[in-house]
């Protein structure tokens, strides 16, 4: 009866471990991917970010954009790209349309 006692604590206590572990993961997961943009459509990026994507980025397709206003009140902007492979790469500008790293 000890024994199955025993095993039946190891069974529970492993069950939590993994529950909190799956737990982890998430709020990691969560915390990589996580971004304080707002979505916008393509149309409405300002002008400069425009005229700075069909400038340094033509070769490349646009495929959604994000806004961030910072606490200083200004404005990043962030576009994912996509290039003929259908890899993805992610630029930052601000107002200006300057790029940002």
């Known amino acids: 009866m000890k024994k199955l006692f025993v095993a039946v604590a190891l069974v529970m206590g492993m069950s939590t471990f993994v529950v909190n572990a799956t737990e982890m993961a998430t709020v990691s997961t969560v915390m990589v991917m996580g971004n304080d943009g707002q979505p916008i459509e393509l149309s409405d990026l300002p002008e400069a970010v425009a005229n700075s994507i069909v400038k340094n980025f033509s070769e490349l397709t646009a495929k959604s954009a994000t806004v961030e206003v910072k606490e200083d009140g ?23 349309g300057e790029v940002q790293e």
């Open 74 to 96: 200004s404005k990043i902007y962030t576009v994912v790209f996509t290039d003929v492979e259908g890899n993805e790469k992610t630029v930052n500008f601000n107002e200006a």
